[in-house]
């Protein structure tokens, strides 16, 4: 089978390599298409982040916004599956597992591909049905619209409100992929009222396409005045790399607000803890998804791209066959061309 390597910082090559059969309980699945993620861009560019958390070399780079078929025995076209990768290898069996949250899995199956890859072979337990009619870019959304969807429903806030954001005013500082889901899913969840930050004219327009009723650009307006008249109860933080926009939701959310932290970090962040004192500030890093009163959180990221795939379904904006995976990395990361969700499909 063909699958991309991650062989170097920025360097990508696909290759050849002997198929990968379904061992013991897995289950063996075809790739469709796999989406870039902002985590996948940071380990391109820095691999040496990631040491000991997952191999590099592995095939697949570890690509896991997958969309995939699950072959029939007789040889014909299966059923349409995304993967939700915390529970593609997990024990189900540990404490975390049991309690939801398997992304804490003390006794986990390492793949042996990723989605960058035309096969791989997980848990069972880990596919989740496309409806039917959905097309497969847009189901490709479905893992980062869990992280989104996620992230409100371990808040504070939601908890506090039994299960919704009404009368919640929301600020999303980011227009990536991520931030714009961030804004589809408070929407879907209720929100009173959302802004949005977004650097390029293509973000903006989708964020107001997604539920956004202001969007600020941070090189001519004055955000940070901006985001503390707009009075938000939670800011998300959706785009990491440098400590900036950390900052900026810690010192622009109303006084007893919660800060939702989504972005990755290239290196430790300095927190005013002065300021988030005296102003009872909640901070929720959330980096993926799980079960939250007995739902999982791909089922309602689902629901939601199912319910309305109008709105979601401009997200996808570039597609790249496999062999052309490091020209698709190479596009996602350069936001001026008007990329937002890129997939590869092998």
């Not at 990631?50 to 078929?69: D, F, L, Y």
């Not at 939700?84 to 006794?107: I, M, Q, W």
């Not at 893992?143 to 005013?169: K, N």
Request: with cysteine; hydrophobic share 45%; proline share 5%.
């Amino acid at each position: 089978m063909r699958a991309a390597f991650l062989d170097g910082a920025e360097d990508i090559a696909v290759r050849e390599v002997p198929p990968i059969p379904a061992e013991g309980h897995l289950v063996e699945i075809d790739v469709i298409a796999c989406g870039i993620c902002g985590s996948d861009l940071h380990r391109w560019r820095r691999p040496d982040l990631m040491a000991g958390q997952i191999e590099p070399s592995i095939p697949g780079m570890a690509g896991h916004e997958v969309v995939a078929r699950v072959p029939r025995a007789d040889g014909g076209r299966g059923r349409r599956v995304v993967v939700e990768p915390n529970l593609a290898g997990n024990c189900g069996k540990c404490g975390a597992c049991l309690d939801g949250k398997a992304v804490f899995c003390s006794n986990r199956t390492a793949l042996r591909s990723w989605g960058f890859s035309e096969r791989m072979a997980v848990n069972a337990s880990s596919l989740f049905d496309v409806p039917d009619g959905m097309a497969d870019d847009l189901a490709s959304l479905t893992e980062p619209l869990a992280c989104a969807v996620h992230a409100y429903r371990a808040s504070h806030t939601f908890a506090a409100q039994d299960g919704t954001l009404a009368g919640r005013r929301i600020a999303v500082i980011g227009g990536g992929a991520i931030g714009l889901l961030a804004i589809a899913a408070a929407t879907r969840l209720g929100a009173d009222a959302l802004l949005c930050v977004a650097r390029y004219p293509r973000q903006a327009a989708a964020a107001a396409t997604l539920g956004a009723i202001e969007v600020l650009d941070p090189v001519v307006d004055d955000v940070a005045s901006r985001i503390r008249k707009f009075a938000p109860d939670v800011v998300v933080e959706a785009v990491g790399g440098g400590p900036e926009t950390f900052d900026l939701a810690v010192r622009t959310v109303n006084p007893g607000g919660e800060v939702l932290v989504l972005g990755l970090f290239d290196d430790p962040t300095h927190l005013d803890t002065r300021r988030a004192l005296f102003r009872e500030l909640r901070l929720l890093f959330s980096m993926t998804y799980g079960v939250v009163d007995g739902r999982h959180d791909f089922e309602v990221a689902l629901e939601f791209l199912e319910s309305d795939p109008a709105a979601f379904g401009g997200l996808v904006s570039h597609r790249f066959p496999l062999e052309e995976t490091a020209d698709a990395f190479v596009a996602a990361a350069d936001k001026s061309t008007g990329a937002l969700r890129i997939v590869v499909a092998p």
